[in-house]
């Protein structure tokens, strides 16, 4: 049975940075990747960006370079930085796993943060 | 970016009855060498993360019940739900895992009449 438990910062002021991290029980860490996916209150998905075992990386663009996602495969973690936040940052965050494939469906989901960027 | 586009937003049905959410996507999500279709189908009820339904467009995940079904190739695709059970008021979105950034269409919230 696989489990994602996540965690982090829930209240920022603008220009602060997001971090939250997720661990990953039950299952192999290697042979998949590690998502972080975003939901503003009462709007749709967004994916941010995701990571290998090995640390290959990809991210939405749209971030204009303000995320990062880093790997401990040592604990069977991964972290999503988000820099300069604000307002429009406001969202449940989730991280998933996807499966190994170049491309794949989001198997499992952690249970979302709520994140809130206010002054 | 692939945009995905869903109708209708909104849903009514009755118990017992068919529900069918469409989703359009900006190009073919398509893949030629394995005819394989890179779109999957998500349930999400209130305060919980997404949940997989459906993936490659019309394989459903384990524990699914048959009452789901997926369907469509290239841009147009399809998710039915027969026999409608209370349980499954919630918000539904597909999403193309074609190519990055993964997008996802904006929801359909299914109510029950």
């Known amino acids: 049975q696989v489990q994602l438990q996540q965690w982090g910062a829930g209240l920022l002021k603008p220009s602060e940075t997001l971090s939250l991290t997720c661990a990953v029980y039950?299952?192999?860490?290697?042979?998949?990747?590690w998502t972080w996916i975003r939901q503003p209150p009462g709007k749709g998905l967004e994916w941010i960006g995701e990571?290998?075992?090995?640390?290959?990386?990809k991210y939405n663009p749209s971030l204009k370079n303000r995320a990062t996602i880093s790997v401990d495969t040592s604990k069977n973690q991964f972290s999503l930085k988000l820099t300069s936040v604000t307002a429009a940052d406001t969202a449940v965050y989730y991280c998933?796993?996807?499966?190994?494939?170049?491309?794949?469906?989001?198997?499992?989901w952690g249970q979302g943060n709520l994140v809130t960027v206010s002054s | 970016d692939i945009v995905m586009t869903q109708s209708p937003e909104s849903l009514t049905v009755s118990l017992g009855e068919r529900a069918t959410i469409n989703c359009k996507s900006s190009?073919?999500?398509?893949?030629?060498?394995?005819?394989?279709?890179?779109l999957a189908w998500y349930q999400q009820k209130p305060g919980q993360p997404p949940k997989l339904l459906i993936f490659?467009?019309?394989t459903r995940e384990s524990g699914v019940p048959d009452r789901f079904s997926g369907s469509g190739s290239g841009t147009d695709f399809t998710l039915t739900i027969s026999n409608l059970q209370a349980e499954d008021v919630a918000f539904y979105y597909c999403?193309?895992?074609?190519?990055?950034?993964?997008?996802f269409g904006q929801g359909t919230q299914l109510e029950i009449k």
């Open positions: 998933a796993r996807r499966i190994g494939q170049r491309h794949g469906h989001l198997e499992y």
């Open positions: 039950g299952g192999s860490f290697s042979g998949y990747y």
């Open positions: 490659w467009a019309s």
């Open positions: 999403q193309q895992y074609f190519s990055t950034p993964y997008t």
């Open positions: 990571i290998n075992h090995s640390g290959s990386t």
């Open positions: 190009q073919s999500v398509l893949y030629s060498s394995n005819n394989k279709n890179y």
